[in-house]
């Protein structure tokens, strides 16, 4: 009884002892008797928690680890289990609870294996490489399948077993190193070496003993697996060769996806799994790319071998397959199955024949298969088999085009005639030009000659008409609408749309006018049309160019009695009535009784007549301030642009007048002296009136304006006899760049004047009420330098002498 007490006592301390050492891996003093595999997810979330507190990683307390007495072995469990840690849900982050397991959607537990990939660019013309490339593409095992019937428990393995009924137990509990699970209250079940389903018999029948009403089904016993051991295989000869920790439940497939593949010499035909020291399997992963078929991905199991061999024979398809690239093959297998690992000719592919490149000891050769030998040719390593396109070339074609209902491209046979082809093209249209139709004919040396043929003939049943055909000839059957020239009749005049129309037979004036838009309301009953002469002569007595025809219609109406029938080229004008004009208005504005606008009454309309039909002049009108501003027509500014000044291609004068008058100016000003229009209305200043004239009279202004280059710009009151200087004397004089002698005056009704001078007298033009004194800026000069005035005294001094010298 002592020794049993005892036994219980090391055993509590041993497990107390790694909880210890659990929760201060980095404060434990002695760490010899840490068990990794004994430690719970909690106790891993513990250390975890206890590294990111201390700011390290788990690589950097390795030394301090061993240095305390942990194995080696035990420490690299304890990194693949820190390291295999998953994000958790945001309630158990809440609580410091930290997975290390990958979990399914049943609950079951498995290592990540993550191996990163490495692009093979050596054998990227390889198929299959493609294959193991591909990161999306793994081969992992599905943890949210049942687990299979057949799967072996080994040590690693977890397992939940759960009572539940009248007596209730649950408890996660792993296989232990001696191949064991040790249920409480049960004792230790040995479940190594077998499968899960006769594992479950075995625990359901050790429970069944403990928990009475499981034995009398009051309970149930359910056992399922909840985490995967990882189990150790050997891969040789892929691009990434080593010891791999993968999935019991992985495959084939997937350890050989982890090791990149084949490397650059490797198989993929005569892949080796040895088990035991002895050839298991031997996996062709060509079944898998080409059928689909997984035969060979079967399960791996703890210390199996992959071997991959160098390649034995590989060959090259270049040009029209689908998928061309170098291939693996067996011995024994023909030109037909590579063809199958080519995905097959695509649609431009010249199937009767594929040339060869084959390796000799000592040189190349080159042969063609013929495509009865597919099946039998058996490539040879290192052939570089090229599919060619297929020529560009018809055997059998011919063509028909022009007037027939379908003109296409037919297929030739032997004995074809001309009306066959026809016939097959639905027939001719009723426009087609029977009397001869072309046949471009290619000869043997690939010229072409031309073939006449009689329509007409050939379609009646005459044999020798209804020649026979060739291949590749194209046959042209004429329409006689290309023989007709393209006729035109031009009306202009009076007529809403004026132009050039088709002409057709039987084309009368009436037509045409209501193929014009009709008459305007101008049209006037003349109608002048104009006829080419056609002769095969020249009449010198006779030279006129056309036949005139002046016809009366009636003016408003489209339809004529008289229908006068037109021909080709025919010119028809319709005259303008000789009076028809739309009123025109000017406008009147200003200090007048009725201003608005006023129809002109007659074409020689005079400013008088029109102001005194707005009423006169008001009592605030001023009397010298009446005037005509005149928009500036188009055809102004075209005239001014077609005068030519002499003033040179880079002068900018007429350029800069041009866009004055079309931006800046769009009225001309005229003056008018309303005092001699009072007492004579028939005096010249009583200017007729243009439409679109606008009549200014201006309201009595008693002061003057005084502008431009003077010290303050101002409107000084105006005072009888006062004349010009008395202005600018007003308004401080004029500014530095002021140049007086050219000042000018502006009046109220437009007119200008400018100041002269006679021997020296300078005289200045009478201001007026309501007048505006404009005091331009002096051009600038440009001052000469001192050595300008230097040269030009040396040129004098030099003349002086010149003259003196011829004097003496």
């Known amino acids: 009884m002592r020794k049993i007490v005892t036994v219980f006592i090391l055993v509590f301390v041993l497990f107390q002892t790694g909880t210890l050492r659990a929760q ?32 390290t990683t788990i690589e950097q307390v390795e030394p301090l680890a061993l240095a305390k007495g ?53 054998n990227s013309l390889v198929f299959g490489s493609e294959l193991f490339d ?49 249920i409480q209250y049960v004792g230790q079940i040995p479940v190594s070496g077998m499968t899960i389903e006769a594992a479950t018999q075995k625990i359901r029948g050790a429970i069944s003993r403990v928990y009475s ?10 056992i399922s697996l909840s985490r995967i051991r990882t189990i150790k295989v050997t891969i040789i000869g892929s691009k990434q060769p080593g010891n791999y920790s993968i999935s019991s439940l992985a495959t084939v497939y997937n350890a050989l996806f982890l090791g990149g593949g084949p490397g650059k010499n490797g198989s993929y035909r005569n892949i080796e799994l040895l088990r035991n020291n002895k050839l298991y399997k031997k996996i062709d992963i060509y079944n898998f790319l080409v059928n689909g078929n997984q035969a060979d991905n079967v399960g791996l199991k703890d210390n199996d071998v992959i071997r991959i061999p160098a390649y034995t024979q590989r060959v090259t398809v270049e040009g029209q397959v689908k998928r061309p690239g170098i291939f693996e093959m067996k011995s024994g297998e023909t030109f037909k199955d590579l063809l199958a690992f080519a995905s097959g000719f695509n649609e431009f592919a010249y199937t009767a024949s594929v040339n060869v490149l084959q390796k000799t000891s000592k040189d190349f050769k080159v042969k063609d298969i013929k495509s009865s030998e597919f099946g039998s040719y058996k490539p040879l390593s290192g052939d570089v088999f090229r599919v060619s396109k297929i020529l560009n070339r018809f055997e059998n074609r ?123 309301g101008s049209a006037s009953k003349r109608v002048e049309i104009a006829r080419m002469i056609k002769s095969d002569e020249n009449n010198d007595a006779n030279p006129s160019r056309v036949q005139l025809f002046n016809l009366e219609i009636a003016s408003g109406n489209n339809e004529q009695i008289k229908n006068f029938i037109l021909a080709p080229f025919d010119v028809v004008n319709i005259r303008r009535m000789a009076v028809y004009e739309k009123p025109e208005m000017v406008t009147v504005s200003g200090a007048v009784n009725y201003t608005g606008k006023y129809v002109l009454a007659n074409k020689k309309e005079k400013i008088y007549d029109v102001i005194q039909r707005a009423g006169g002049l008001t009592s605030v009108a001023n009397v010298d301030g009446v005037k005509i501003k005149r928009p500036i027509q188009a055809k102004q500014i075209e005239e001014l642009e077609n005068v030519n000044l002499n003033l040179g291609k880079k002068d900018s004068i007429q350029n800069k007048l041009t866009k004055k008058l079309k931006e800046d100016l769009k009225y001309a000003t005229i003056p008018v002296d309303w005092r001699k229009i009072v007492k004579d209305p028939s005096d010249k200043t009583n200017v007729t009136l243009f439409p679109g004239d606008e009549i200014e009279v201006s309201i009595y202004n008693e002061s003057v304006k005084v502008s431009g280059s003077v010290l303050l710009t101002s409107e000084i009151p105006y005072s009888r006899g006062k004349g010009f200087s008395y202005y600018l004397g007003a308004v401080g004089g004029t500014d530095a760049k002021g140049w007086k002698n050219k000042a000018y005056i502006i009046y109220p009704n437009g007119r200008a004047a400018v100041s002269s001078s006679f021997f020296f007298i300078r005289s200045y033009p009478k201001v007026l009420p309501g007048s505006q004194i404009v005091v331009p800026e002096k051009p600038e000069t440009k001052k000469m330098s001192t050595g300008e005035w230097v040269s030009i005294g040396s040129v004098i001094t030099s003349l002086a002498l010149l003259i003196v010298t011829a004097f003496k």
């Open 134 to 182: 591909t990161p999306d593409l793994n081969f992992e095992p599905n943890l949210k399948l049942a687990t299979p019937v057949n799967y072996v428990l080994g040590p690693g393995d977890e397992l939940q077993i759960s009572v539940y009924g009248v007596q209730e137990y649950s408890a996660t509990i792993p296989v232990s190193t001696e191949g064991k699970v040790n």
């Open 398 to 520: 011919i063509s028909i085009n022009g007037a027939v209902f379908r003109p296409n491209t037919y297929s030739f046979y032997e004995g074809m005639r001309i009306s066959d082809l026809i016939n097959q093209a639905d027939g001719l249209k009723e426009d087609a030009y029977t009397s001869r139709a072309t046949i471009v004919r290619t000869k043997a040396d690939l010229t072409t000659e031309v073939t006449n043929v009689n329509l007409d003939r050939a379609l009646s049943g005459e044999v020798e008409a209804d020649i026979y055909l060739r291949k590749e000839d194209v046959v042209t059957v004429y329409s006689i609408l290309d023989f007709k020239e393209d006729y035109k009749i031009t009306i202009d005049g009076e007529i809403k749309k004026p132009g050039v129309y088709e002409f057709h037979d039987n084309l009368t004036l009436n037509d045409l006018l209501v193929q014009a838009g009709g008459l305007t």
């Open 24 to 55: 201060d891996l980095l404060k434990g003093t002695d760490l010899s008797t840490l068990k990794v595999d004994y430690m719970s997810d909690g106790d891993i979330a513990k250390i975890k928690s206890q590294l990111q507190s201390n700011n």
């Open 70 to 122: 942990m194995s080696a072995a035990e420490f690299d469990k304890l990194k693949v289990r820190l390291s295999a840690t998953s994000m958790v849900s945001s309630t158990a982050a809440s609580n410091g609870n930290v997975l290390n397991e990958i979990k399914g959607a049943q609950g079951r537990q498995q290592e990540r294996v993550v191996n990163n990939k490495v692009k093979d660019t050596m």
């Open 213 to 222: 009403t499981v034995a009398s089904g009051q309970s149930q016993v359910g």
